[in-house]
T-cell receptor, first 114, second 109 residues
Framework: TAGITQAPTSQILAAGRSMTLRCTQDMRHNAMYWYRQDLGLGLRLIHYSNTAGTTGKGEVPDGYSVSRANTDDFPLTLASAVPSQTSVYFC?????????????FGPGTRLTVL | GQNIDQPTEMTATEGAIVQINCTYQTSGFNGLFWYQQHAGEAPTFLSYNVLDGLEEKGRFSSFLSRSKGYSYLLLKELQMKDSASYLCAVRDGDYKLSFGAGTTVTVRA
């Protein structure tokens, strides 16, 4: 199985433009997450979804929006990109029904906002 | 907010043992995870501790002391492929994962 896929792999975006990062999982996991990873700061949670139709804000949600129309897809949208959103973005999923609820990560999207 | 501390860098020799410490202060506790992340790749799950004590999985072991807010990841018989970042993550009372900044381990021949 593919697990989690993300697209695009990398992108250079002009400031002020909008962009949607795509994330799809084929594990039928209930929960999905978006993180950003910056040097020296580790992974920080942007938004999450515990189940299809619900979303929640993480630690750094400003400037980002998400939707969860179905179990498999969890897109992340930047409405008007700013240079501080330059980062590596990881999507993750977990089967919240398991005690360990381990999160599995996609390959990441490297975004540069100029 | 959550506070998770781990050393920034460690260097060790091939075949040796390295111990990566992690201390945490979080709002509630529902388990501690260790992930491995090679440069340019996604984090991959290594271990999970929710009770005090040592969990062993091949060359890797993870220890937890909840009363001390402390964990360590022990890497034995180091191999060159173990050169990576190791991320400590704590699941808090709201079941959200908070990550440390990661420890970059360099294995030298």
């Amino acid at each position: 199985t593919a697990g989690i896929t993300q697209a695009p792999t990398s992108q250079i975006l002009a400031a002020g433009r909008s962009m949607t990062l795509r994330c799809t999982q084929d594990m039928r996991h209930n929960a999905m997450y978006w993180y950003r990873q910056d040097l020296g700061l580790g992974l920080r949670l942007i938004h999450y979804s515990n189940t299809a139709g619900t979303t929640g804000k993480g630690e750094v949600p400003d400037g980002y929006s998400v939707s969860r129309a179905n179990t498999d897809d969890f897109p992340l949208t930047l409405a008007s990109a700013v240079p501080s959103q330059t980062s590596v973005y990881f999507c993750a999923s977990s089967d919240s029904g398991l005690a360990t609820d381990t999160q599995y990560f996609g390959p990441g999207t490297r975004l540069t906002v100029l | 907010g959550q506070n998770i501390d781990q050393p920034t860098e460690m260097t060790a020799t091939e075949g040796a043992i390295v111990q990566i410490n992690c201390t945490y202060q979080t709002s509630g506790f529902n388990g501690l995870f260790w992930y491995q992340q090679h440069a340019g790749e996604a984090p991959t799950f290594l271990s999970y501790n929710v009770l005090d004590g040592l969990e062993e999985k091949g060359r890797f072991s993870s220890f937890l002391s909840r009363s001390k807010g402390y964990s360590y990841l022990l890497l034995k018989e180091l191999q060159m492929k173990d050169s990576a970042s190791y991320l400590c993550a704590v699941r808090d009372g709201d079941y959200k994962l908070s990550f440390g900044a990661g420890t970059t381990v360099t294995v030298r021949a």
